[in-house]
Structures are given as structure tokens and as C-alpha cells.
């Protein structure tokens, strides 16, 4: 064992299978204390100490819902990804530098449709799903867009970008705000204003200059 690494816990989300697993078994191999988190699965989190302890270390397990945080992403940049079953053969990446060409503009928003298609399903799955007093999506907060608004130009400004979900009271759906390309509001800021209504306020974030105060 490092000893660097000994009298440290570690707390691993999701430890009781799959990779989770893999990380509390190879985090109490290196000396960490492992806390082994579950929401369901106590058998398979209590074998997972047990094994740990087997081999001499220390760990025990945890039920808590904790994961809460998430990044999805659904196509990586540069991606020569095709659609055929949409009816799109050439690949993602080639059909972003559209050249103003039609087809490949047209090509792009099939992709884009079945895109947010996948999310809109997600959406109310979570409108579906009772959390408390309201659903998950009541209680949350999803972004979804991209970084570019012309993958031809690569042009960061007028971001196409759709917030959804409740933020447990502090969001105020049913909107479209703009905000004008020449004033270059940053992305950033639109994230920052989200962590301060989670209560984790940010003096800065990236290129973050303030908060969205409409939001």
C-alpha cells in the first residue's frame, strides 16, 4: 500500500457493481478506507466490503442518493459519425463545415432533430418519475446545447441553448430569452448563475463575467 495514500476515505458513487466496483476494490488495494455508496443494491455493496476486508482492508457501506451531478454528451467534437438510419450517410463532423451548402444544412438539422428527440425522452421520463414532493424534473436543472451556434464559422456566440427542469422551485419555465450576439454574453455566465441558485455561488467560472440575472 502507498502510504501517501493510508488514514484517506474515499467515497465511491455507484461501488457496488460494474465499475464502481472496480474503483473501491482498487482504491482499498492502494490503502484508501473505502465508503462503499448504494441506493438499492445492499447484497452486492456489503460483498464488495467484505472482499475488501478479506484482503486486509478497511471499508463499509453507504446508502445515500448521491449522485445527483451528471455530464452527457451525446456526439463528440470532430465525430465522422454517420446517420443512415435518418437518412443521413455522410458524417457529422464534414456536414457542420455546411459551407452554406442546403443539403448538408438540412442534413444537420435531421441530426440535431433526432438529437434532441433521444433528450426529449429523457425529459419525460423524468416528469414521469415522483422525487418528494414533485418529480425529478421539478427538482432539477438540465442544459442542453453545444458550444458553437455555426459549426461552419466555429462561432461561440448565439448559443442554441434549452434549460429545463423545475431547479426545486428556483427556475421559472415556459421562456425565451435572448441574448444578442454583439453583446457577447459567455456561456459560462449562464452556468455560474445555475450553480448560485443550487447554493453554490461562484465568483467566477471560465470565462463567466457575471450572473444571469433574468434567469
Do not use: C, W
Amino acid at each position: 500500500r502507498s502510504k501517501a495514500m493510508a488514514n484517506r476515505v474515499a467515497l465511491v458513487t455507484g461501488g457496488s457493481r460494474g465499475i464502481g466496483r472496480a474503483i473501491s476494490l482498487e482504491l482499498a488495494a492502494a490503502g484508501f478506507a473505502v465508503a462503499v455508496n448504494y441506493v438499492a443494491r445492499r447484497e452486492a455493496a456489503l460483498e464488495v466490503v467484505g472482499q475488501i476486508e478479506k484482503g486486509g482492508g478497511t471499508a463499509a457501506a453507504f446508502q445515500a442518493d448521491v449522485t445527483r451531478v451528471m455530464a452527457y454528451q451525446l456526439s463528440r467534437e470532430q465525430t465522422s459519425r454517420p446517420y443512415p438510419f435518418i437518412g443521413v450517410s455522410e458524417g457529422h463532423h464534414d456536414l457542420s463545415h455546411h459551407g452554406n451548402d442546403p443539403d448538408k444544412i438540412a442534413k444537420n438539422v435531421k441530426i440535431n432533430t433526432y438529437h434532441i428527440s433521444l433528450m426529449n425522452q429523457f425529459f419525460t421520463k423524468m416528469a414521469k418519475t415522483q422525487d418528494g414532493d414533485g418529480t425529478l424534473l421539478d427538482h432539477a436543472a438540465l442544459v442542453y446545447g453545444a458550444g458553437q451556434s455555426d459549426g461552419d464559422l466555429h462561432s461561440p456566440l448565439d448559443l442554441p441553448l434549452v434549460l429545463v427542469g423545475g431547479g426545486a422551485g428556483t427556475l421559472k419555465g415556459n421562456r425565451h430569452l435572448s441574448y444578442e450576439a454583439d453583446k457577447k454574453v459567455p456561456m459560462a455566465n449562464l452556468l455560474r448563475s445555475m450553480l448560485g441558485k443550487l447554493g453554490v455561488p461562484q465568483e467566477s467560472l471560465g470565462d463567466s463575467t457575471g450572473e444571469l440575472a433574468e434567469l
